[in-house]
């Protein structure tokens, strides 16, 4: 039993009626990509899951083809299109599979924060038990009513979990479950059939508070600001060598992060191509940036990546300060991404390569005494997630690095010396930054911390 398959099921066959927008919540963007995309990304990812079905509403089968096309996932060996309800989608999707016994995860596409140790988890359990679920403690307490709104009971919160997927099976054992409820219209999910007709015991995984399901508008908000609390692991596992040989461009890479950028990029053989105030390079200036990415062009051929790190961090009150001052701040801090960024985007297309902008952890809540620098630095973010879906058509990447409290030039001019050891070092930003290059991710706030 030890070697069977394990296959993961996605059903992405609802139409959305409760989520109510035009198309279903499958296909709906956050962070740069749809949902159905961050739902396949976990399963090819996980080493465990061996290959990929997924049920899909028939009407936007086109939509799906064209995401396949796209990401040209490995483990995704069938598109199957779903019933009208979920029961018969999940029917469907266990249907196909040849082997007489296998490993299956039901998945709702729904669920994008599905962690790859909930998946190794599941996985595990199956070889103790032939039906596994996953669920959560309830923190709220749960009442029973009565068809008048009355409570009639209060079960004990210690005993109730609030179920999540995927569910998971023998494929044999899913198979027979379906059979015996071909007429059974009281249907709430795969692990209930089991329940239902007392076929085998159900053991429960633990989920997680995260593995939240998207079914309502409100939900894309909580889901797109979870993505951003989460800011992409890291890509630790991105081997730097495979620097050699591209063309990078930083704007502001003659001190701070920019400069360290820079060094650790031609460390391993990239092609740095650096401009800033003191070169020449003013970011407010539109034509500045045309002109020096056409330079860097017409030496050689290409740019594979672009960075944005300059910036200024001066404090003061609003009411204090001059407007000059404060559209200064202004100008260099985000006009000037927006400036990079779309002086870039020929070159990125040409090449399918990525833009880097940078945030800081004030992003999040705005500071006092620092009103101009934290709602800029949230406007990178915001500009970053909306250029990921807009430019996702030309296989441009844009992610934006989120290092904390870091120990540059320009954070000594604003606080003076702090404690050893109370800041990150600017050279860990800069290696966050090339991995970043080197990944596929898109759309996303990549924080770096210190250790």
Known sequence: MSDLKNYGIILASGTGSRYGA????????????????HTIDVFEKAEGIDDIIIVITPEYRTMAEEILLKNSYKKVSKLLNGGEIRKESSYIGISSIAEDEA???????????????????????????????????????????????IIQSIPHREKLRRGQTPQCFKLSLIKKAHELSKNDKNFTDDCGLIVKYNLADVFVVDGDVENIKVTYPSDIFMADRLFQIRSSIFPEEQNLEKMEDKVIVIFGGTSGIGECTAILAREYGAKVFVASNSTGCDIRDYSAIENFLKEVYSKTKRI??????????????????????IQTDIDINYTGSINVAKASIPYLKESKGS???????SYTRGRSLYSTYSSTKAGIVNLAQALAEELACDDIRVNVINPERCATPMRFKAFGKEPEGSLLQPERVAEASLKTFLSDLTGQVIDVKRG
């Open 304 to 325: 594979d990546y672009v960075v944005n790190s300059a910036g200024i961090l001066r404090m003061g009150k609003l009411a204090e300060r001059s407007i000059e001052e």
């Open 103 to 149: 490993n299956v995860l039901i998945h709702d596409c729904a669920r994008p924060f599905l962690t790859q140790k909930i998946i190794d988890n599941c996985i595990e359990a199956l070889k103790t038990y032939d039906a596994v679920d996953v669920a959560i403690p309830s923190t709220d307490t749960i009442v029973k009513v009565d068809e008048n709104n």
């Open 22 to 37: 035009d198309v279903p919540k499958q296909f709906v963007k956050i962070a740069g990509k749809t949902i159905l995309e």
């Open 355 to 361: 833009l880097q902008l940078y945030a800081s952890s």
